[in-house]
C-alpha cells in the first residue's frame, strides 16, 4: 500500500480520500476492517492495563498468560491474531467481560 499511496500523495490526495477510495475494494475493505479492530482492541487493553497500573507482565500473571502474549496482544499485529479465549482471559483480568454484538453489514 506504500507505495501506492506515496504515488498518489505526489498527486496531492490524502491519505483519508486514498483509503476511502482503497475501501472501494472489498479484499481491501475487509482487511482494513481486520486491522482496525486488531489496533481497537489493542489499545483498549493497553488504556485499561495502565489506568489499573498493572505492568505487562503483572496483568499476564492475573490473566494466566505469557507476558510476550500481552505485548503482541497491545502492538495489536494483525500476523499474530491471539484466540478469543485469551482475549477474553485478559479482559476477565482487567475486571471486564466481552459482549460481542452482530450487525448485518448493510447493503
Do not use: C, W
Not at 480520500?17 to 482494513?32: G, L, M, W
Amino acid at each position: 500500500m506504500s507505495g501506492d499511496f506515496m504515488k498518489a500523495n505526489n498527486k496531492g490526495i490524502s491519505l483519508g480520500a486514498y483509503i476511502r477510495e482503497k475501501r472501494k475494494d472489498e479484499e481491501f475493505s475487509v482487511a482494513y476492517e481486520e486491522a482496525s479492530m486488531h489496533l481497537r482492541i489493542a489499545r483498549l487493553i493497553e488504556e485499561l492495563r495502565q489506568k489499573d497500573g498493572l505492568t505487562q507482565a503483572e496483568l499476564a500473571k492475573r490473566a494466566g498468560v505469557s507476558q510476550p502474549m500481552i505485548a503482541r496482544l497491545e502492538a495489536g499485529d494483525p500476523r499474530r491474531v491471539p484466540t478469543l479465549s485469551t482475549v477474553s482471559k485478559v479482559f476477565r483480568a482487567l475486571g471486564y467481560e466481552i459482549d460481542l454484538q452482530i450487525r448485518q453489514i448493510a447493503a
